[in-house]
């Protein structure tokens, strides 16, 4: 049985090496806080949507939720600078994109395999990509993202951008053997590095405990020198007080830092998953006591945020969320010709 979300710890004393400072929970102004809310619940209802199209048979293949972790990319990414940060995930990426502020509609419509999604509609729900944006992927080979994700930090330093590379992966894949070849490399290299583990609790139908020697993840950088932080992955102004840490860290020059969140999946490892090996109800118990959306939404009520304004927010979001969906089932199919582009067909 899994854990449920814990509290943040501090950073273990790596010897001969500065510490971190200690993240503060973010201070949001009120109308930070109902951003924040509003990036959460556009991921939220987009996600919905998304497992309904895929009900209907308007999405193939496979395609991973983000409900549950939502807090996560939010409180992150609202700590970056969209003009020179990257950031790169594996498969689970809709909400990192979301939270980047990508158009919903092209995302739907690459879900739904259309000529106007965000890889023309060739990629799908794990093949995600926008230079425009600084999103590198969307990534389905479990892991293989965080090689890359060094190689973005490497890009960031070469060009001396003052560019940061955000690089998420889950908690099966920080048992990847490449992970610690990139750790090693980007601390040899003080690259710009923010390495997150989303631990979601499970590897697909695995969950931490039964597959990891060292669960307590934020040490996982520990013998390459790289400092980690366990963060309340289910608290976006948690999340954001340990990403102003993260990127302090990283830009000025100090190398890598690793980022434990836990949080929760509500929903199956992917669309096809029955998700036997939990009870229904330990799922709801973290719905009931740690979902970040209704966390938000009380810290906004006791700042004097009304229902009333509450539930416009979330009938403009439902808005936005339908209109991506009529805008993807509505846009045409790549064209035929397009199995040719694209495609790398020379030898090397
Ligand atoms: C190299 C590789 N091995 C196995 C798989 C099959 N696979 C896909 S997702 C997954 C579990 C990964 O879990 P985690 O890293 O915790 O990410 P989460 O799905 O929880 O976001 C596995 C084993 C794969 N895609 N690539
Ligand atoms: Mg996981």
Redesign the pocket.
Known sequence: MAKAPAKRASAPAIPNRERPAEPVRFEASKGELLDFYKQMLLIRRFEEKAGQLYGLGLIGGFC?LYIGQEAVAVGLQSALNGDTDSVIT???DHGHMLAYGIDPKVIMAELTGRAAGISRGKGGSMHMFSVEHKFYGGH????AQVSLGAGLGFKHKYAKDNGVAMTY??????N?GQVYEAFNMAELWKLPVIFVI?N?Q???GTSVNRASAEDQLYRRGESFRIPGLQVDGMDVLAVRGAAETAVEWVRSGKGPILLELKTY?YRG?SMSDPAKYRSRDEVQAVRDKSDPIEACKRELEKLGVKEDELKAIDKDIRGIVNEAADFAESSPEPEPSELYTDVLVDTY
Do not use: S
Not at 140 to 143: A, L, S, Y
Not at 169 to 174: I, N, R, S, W
């Open positions: 991973h594996g498969y689970r389905g080979i479990v892991g992966f889950g908690d099966g894949a920080a990847q989303e979601n499970y590897a697909m999946r490892h």
